[in-house]
């Protein structure tokens, strides 16, 4: 998502300063859709998302929650890194246990922490003479997307 902003900046004849704030705004745009993306990956409806739900979870995949949640040092931590590091594939009931235990240990609000954080970075970084209402609530729907 970057790369757009700086060239925006450029077709606009944007100076060097605006075109950083740019680059920084689509750079934590782009974080904050990532986070977001990861909580859709576990805990999305597939009817919504069109993603298959726990997919990533199946393919044992490091996202932002399952990072977080392995990292929190708790009893769903530990049962969570040897579902992960077991060597048969995960079953249906695997994922739906892993997906319950990134929750309890966590992961989900911090990965939800995350990508507000980042869309407050994003709107910081914008300069003021493109800082509008709209764009501002666009950036904000990106943390709000259906899960």
């Not at 576990?42 to 995949?61: C, F, H, Q, S, Y």
């Not at 769903?76 to 739906?96: F, I, K």
């Not at 235990?101 to 910081?124: F, W």
């Amino acid at each position: 998502m970057t790369p757009s902003f700086p060239r925006t900046g450029v077709s606009g004849h944007a100076g060097a300063v605006q075109i950083a704030a740019l680059e920084r705004f689509g750079h934590e745009l782009g974080l904050a859709f990532q986070c977001v993306d990861d909580l859709i990956g576990i805990w999305g409806d597939p009817g919504v998302t069109g993603k298959p739900v726990g997919n990533d979870l199946a393919r044992r995949k490091a996202t932002l929650p399952v990072v977080a949640a392995l990292n929190s040092r708790s009893e769903a931590a530990t049962e969570l890194a040897a579902l992960y590091q077991a060597p048969a594939a995960m079953t249906a009931s695997d994922v739906e246990r892993a997906t319950a235990l990134v929750k309890v240990a966590g992961g989900g609000h911090v990965a939800q922490r995350c990508a507000d954080e980042r869309i407050q970075a994003a709107i910081a970084a914008l300069p003021d003479a493109v800082r509008s209402p709209d764009l501002i609530a666009l950036s904000q729907l990106i943390c709000r997307r259906e899960c």
